[in-house]
């Protein structure tokens, strides 16, 4: 059991190597299935462990803990473990590639280095999540961005070079900054003049100077940001999605961009909750700012995938604004908005890689009136979209209001009022939602090449289905969710509070 | 104590056959599934006959006041410590006595609705959204916290859109829908701020915490004063704002005629008995907060109230589409509910108001589901909306006649009938607090009774028109609901409200002032007689006003062009200056930035390459240079 987050990394690489053994077709998809069926399964079987081991009483920090010296002269270490936190987390990315490989049944181009990319990429994600030193984290988060690019330019569409480059080099340049501000952890990591360290949990014991963290925060935050579409650094993701296959457009969107959000909190705030605390007004007001900017940016789009990236964009803004208000209800909300985010969006662009693969279109206005002729689909991008803007019963309602409630709770009056324009989001949202699902779905059929499209197909069926049933159970049973990441979530924000008396 | 645990199944059941319906409908049993889910309805409907029973008659009183019951309660989602959404049953005297309008009407509904939707593609659609509309509508009246009732808020929003948009092939009702949706979704928004200002100054979202007259909530006073109202007073408005988007009141009202673009059995259900009430009992459960804490906003209810009854009645009197006349005049009728809670006090012979306000919400779920079944049928028969093609149908639709009939003459409050009596305590209540208000709704008592007989003349008597086939008489499964709700609407009257229903929970004596009565009935009889005399045979007194007043009926007609200012907000402010700007920006400056850094980057790479040509000469060249201005540099530093 104790090696159990390591299975995490070790099953990925082991179906990858399976996958370049095999010629046919057929077998690459049906071991790529079952790789990350068994990885889900191994999810299930985490949360389950997990959740056991906290009911018997085990209050430690991370649990799972492996740590093995890797690269003695920096003091580098592989080391892993989980929280309630990063074990929700892993239960999205598990879930959201499971869909994903289903959602790419139909990969007829380079199919073998297709999965292989695909899965090398869940690789770092998987890495990113369970590694508790700064120095692997960070590893594994470049090893993910980089078959992105090969993913996009290879197997994408449109403008795919530009996009793949444009999103590339955006990514790396936040890198660049992260890479900057991690060492700067790293070389406060020890005031007092012992061993320097990357691991997390011993950084968090100590206090980093301030005028370090003034320097390193924006630059670790900003790093992160820019995956998590900070505006004005958020561009990359309508062209990057526009033109990335649907399977990436799920992981990258539903996955890679919550790396942005689980970095910022895990290690910008975290660590330096007294920069960020000082420096919290310029980035809600960022944060803020995507969120409006990002809903109202929706409205006018034509192409599906730029909605939805627009609508990305906006609901990844409020991650990271609920992760700046910094008290225990509003990050909660944000750790829960970005698991809902993740399956709604990868449900949005599974569906909308569905309706491409039929009618080789994504601008609104070719298409009309599908609800007659695909029914199944139709109905799932409904449900999409209710989840979307926020309908009780589905996760982005449980999100939304948990960030909304806790934002409202802090004591100054600016955050409060800024929250009230965060709100206000919840309408634009509902005016591009139904204004695309009354365009594409309702009415007349108005093409007389989609009469006769055929409904979803079975692989489809299991791909949307399981994104459902997820966004289905946090919003109609949050309560468990909620407390597991609330329980972990209790020590950081009292960590956070201790070094920052309000 | 009697355990009232049970009560849960009534909201659970709808939902499992929602979800059976609507997961197994369309496949097994699309014939059966009305039937199916009439049998659930029918269910709860007795489970809420018997609650109610149970409730008013052998509970125990304290102090002579119905108790609010938790009857069940868990926590659902947990905030903060204090700050926690539960799912549970509240039972007190409204959210029993709307178990009752709701359970009822939806059953009635329900049948009816099986023979006006037989036959019709997605059936059981149909009865699938009837049952998550019924969970809703049942959650939201059982709520126990402010929270819950939001959360099912949104779903009756969500029915409700559901409903109108039903034939999604429609234009109109796919624009209907979103109309719908997005013009409550707005004004959900201020309930969402105002839940927010709320439960951040008292720390609670629990009702009986927040409604209890000595609880801290109350007393605690408003909070500080932001532009010379207190933070309460705020909250109190905000919260207002949802009802008055879901309730249809001026200025959010636009959706609620658009609306009749659903099937007719749901604006019978949703559109004028239970969901447009919810603003009504939304201000009823947040009552004593209302009322002792937040006076303002209270004052801001009864005038929005006011003026929504009268500017619905006078858009009435124009309208032609029979539906949208009965949504006018909903409107109107949830805007003397609105008045009556505006111009209560709390507790005793004081909280006068707020029974009369229950009280016609009561009565008024019965008559005007009526009148909206009865346009069903009627529409049924004749196939078109509009009362200018119809005329001289009593001798086709002997049952639908007499039941219009009632509900027409009930509405106008015409004794011993249900209206006359709640009409006759919200114009008495509202004489006592103020009289400019009375004077306004006693205009609008004359308005309704007209507005409404020129809608029964036109229709049954008028002139004779030649049908296409003959129009024939509905179906008993149409006909039995109308004659079980004309019975409602003849007795519902007589239930003692001053006993059952009243702002503290205790009875009062109310008796009928014949100083109010007697003009009031007066002024309704003098609007029917108008209407008599302009619309039982054709003639040219209707057309010849039109044209005198011609600019004012222009303006009634046309909703005082209401729609026009929204189309104008929406199309030209939102889309066209904000939205498309925005996404120019994003497009034009943001990424232009940043593809000019790329390009920035790339220029200046090109530009120095030149140095790295890989000619050693050049480099020698270079390297000689460089090292001889070195050498220089020293030299001359050395000196």
């Known amino acids: 059991m104790d090696n159990i987050l390591t299975l995490f990394v070790v099953i990925p690489v082991l179906t990858i190597t399976g996958i370049l053994f095999l010629k046919d077709t057929r077998q690459v998809r049906l071991v790529a299935a079952f790789g990350m069926g068994l990885q889900l399964i191994l999810a299930a079987v985490l949360v389950f462990l997990y959740l056991t081991a906290r009911h018997s009483g085990n209050t430690a920090e991370m649990l799972f803990v492996k740590d093995v010296l890797w690269f003695k002269s920096l003091n580098i270490h592989y080391a892993v473990g989980v929280d309630g936190i990063s074990v929700a987390m892993i239960g999205l990315t598990s879930i959201v590639v499971f869909a994903g490989i289903f959602a790419s049944w139909e990969v007829e181009f380079l199919t073998k280095e297709f999965f292989v990319s695909l899965i090398l990429l869940a690789t770092g994600v998987f890495g990113f999540f369970i590694s508790i030193d700064l120095f692997t984290m960070f590893l594994f988060y470049e090893l993910a961005v980089i078959p992105m690019y090969l993913l996009i330019g290879i197997w994408g569409t449109g403008p795919k070079e530009y996009s793949a480059m444009k999103l590339t080099l955006m990514l790396m340049g936040g890198s660049a900054l992260l890479l900057v501000g991690l060492l700067g952890i790293y070389f406060n990591s020890s005031p007092t003049g012992g061993q320097l360290t990357f691991n997390i949990l011993e950084i968090s014991k100590v206090t980093i100077p301030m005028s370090a963290q003034r320097l390193f925060f924006p630059l670790t935050f900003v790093g992160f940001g820019v995956l998590g579409a900070l505006f004005p650094f958020h561009t990359w993701s309508p062209d990057g999605h526009a033109s990335a296959p649907t399977a990436v457009s799920m992981l990258h969107a539903g996955v890679l961009m919550k790396l942005g959000g689980y970095g910022a909190f895990r290690v910008a705030i975290f660590l330096m909750p007294g920069a960020a605390h000082e420096l919290s007004w310029i980035f809600i007001i960022l944060t803020s700012i995507s969120v409006v900017y990002g809903a109202f940016g929706a409205i006018a789009q034509k192409d599906l995938k730029y909605i939805n990236a627009y609508s990305s964009v906006s609901h990844c803004g409020l991650v990271l604004f609920a992760v700046l208000m910094m008290n225990q209800t509003a990050m909660n909300g944000a750790i829960i908005q970005m698991i809902s985010h993740g399956l709604m969006t990868a449900l949005f662009f599974a569906l909308i890689g569905m309706l491409y693969g039929r009618t080789h279109t994504r601008m609104i206005y070719e298409m009309g009136g599908l609800m007659k002729v695909i029914p199944f689909l139709s109905v799932c991008y409904v449900i999409a979209g209710l989840a979307s803007l926020g309908l009780p019963g589905l996760s982005g309602f449980v999100a939304e209001m948990t960030i909304f409630v806790g934002a409202f709770q802090h004591h100054e009056v600016f955050y409060r009022v800024v929250t009230i324009l965060a709100v206000s989001s919840i309408v634009i949202t509902a005016v591009y939602i139904l204004r695309v699902v009354a365009i594409l779905l309702l009415g007349p059929t108005t093409n007389e090449h989609h009469e006769h499209l055929t409904d979803a197909k079975w692989f489809e069926k299991i791909s949307v289905v399981t994104l459902i049933g997820a966004v289905a159970a946090i919003g109609l049973a949050p309560f468990w969710l909620s407390t597991m990441i609330g329980t972990s979530l209790h020590p950081i924000v009292d960590k956070i509070i201790a070094l920052n008396p309000f | ?639």
């Open chain 2, 1 to 639: 104590m009697i355990n009232f645990s049970y009560t849960i199944w009534i909201p659970l059941l709808p939902l499992l056959m929602f979800l059976f319906l609507g997961l197994a409908g369309h496949k097994y049993f699309p014939k059966l599934s009305g039937i199916i889910g009439t049998c659930g309805l029918a269910i709860i409907t007795i489970l809420s006959y018997i609650t109610a029973y149970k409730y008013f008659f052998t509970s125990e009183k304290i102090d002579g006041a119905f108790q609010k019951l938790t009857a069940f309660n868990m926590v659902w989602l947990q905030f903060t410590d204090k700050l926690h959404i539960d799912m549970g049953v509240l039972l007190d005297p409204i959210s029993v006595m709307m178990l009752v309008v709701i359970t009822t009407v939806s059953l009635m509904v329900h049948i009816y609705s099986l023979g006006y939707m037989k036959g019709e593609k997605g059936f059981e659609r149909f009865f699938a959204f009837l049952s998550l509309f019924s969970f809703s509508m049942l959650g939201l009246v059982l709520a126990t916290n402010i929270f819950q009732m939001y959360i099912f808020w949104e779903l009756v929003g969500v029915s409700s859109f559901l409903l109108i948009g039903f034939y999604y092939q429609k234009p109109s009702a796919v624009r209907a829908s979103k109309k719908a949706f997005i013009v409550t979704r707005f004004a959900d928004l201020g309930f969402l701020i105002g839940i927010l200002i709320l439960s951040f100054n008292t720390k609670t979202f629990d009702f009986i915490t927040l409604t209890n007259p000595t609880g801290t909530a109350i007393t605690q006073g408003g909070g500080a004063a932001f532009l010379g109202l207190s933070i309460m007073t705020w909250s109190m408005i905000f919260v207002f704002m949802g009802g008055v988007g879901k309730s249809a009141m001026f200025p959010f009202h636009i959706w609620l005629p658009d609306a009749m673009e659903g099937p007719t059995p749901v604006s019978a259900l949703i559109h004028a008995a239970t969901m447009v009430v919810a603003g009504v009992y939304l201000v009823a459960r947040m009552f004593p907060i209302y009322s002792i804490a937040a006076p303002v906003a209270l004052e801001v209810v009864a005038y929005v109230g006011a003026f929504s009854s009268l500017f619905a009645a006078v858009i009435a009197c124009t309208q032609t589409d029979i539906k949208r006349v009965l949504a006018y005049s909903t409107m109107s009728q949830i805007g003397y509910m609105m008045l009556a809670l505006g111009v209560s006090g709390y507790g005793g012979h004081e909280g006068l108001g707020y029974m009369a306000s229950m009280f016609h919400l009561f009565t008024h779920a019965m008559f005007k589901a009526l009148l909206f079944l009865g346009a069903g049928a009627i529409i049924h028969a004749v196939h078109t909306n509009h009362m200018t093609e119809m005329g001289g149908l009593r001798k086709y639709l002997p049952i639908t006649h007499m039941t219009f009939l009632i509900a027409c003459l009930t509405i106008a409050g015409i004794p011993p009938l249900s209206g006359f009596f709640s009409k006759d305590e919200i114009l008495a209540a509202a004489f006592e607090h103020n009289k400019i208000l009375f004077a306004v709704e006693y205009a609008v008592a004359g308005l309704t009774a007209f507005y409404m007989f020129r809608l029964y003349f036109s229709i049954f008597w008028g002139k004779e028109t030649q049908y296409h086939h003959t129009p024939h008489e509905a179906p008993y499964t149409m006909t039995i609901p109308l004659m079980i709700l004309a019975f409602g609407a003849i007795v519902a009257g007589f239930i003692p409200f001053n006993k059952l229903v009243t702002s503290d929970g205790k009875a009062f004596e109310s008796e009928i002032e014949l100083m109010i009565a007697i003009p009031s009935v007066l002024i309704g009889l003098l609007g029917i007689g108008i209407a008599y005399i302009m619309y039982k045979k054709e003639n040219a007194i209707p057309d010849k006003l039109a044209t005198t007043f011609k600019y004012s009926y222009k303006w009634a007609y046309n909703k005082f062009y209401m729609d026009e200012v929204y189309l104008f907000v929406t199309k030209k402010i939102i889309f066209r200056y904000i939205s498309d700007p925005v996404a120019w920006f994003d497009r034009h400056v943001v990424d232009a930035t940043m593809n000019g850094i790329a390009t920035v980057t790339q220029t200046v790479s090109f530009r120095i390459r030149g140095l790295q040509s890989g000619q050693l000469q050049k480099y020698a060249f270079v390297f000689v240079t460089g090292a001889i201005m070195l050498a220089v540099l020293l030299v001359y530093l050395w000196k």
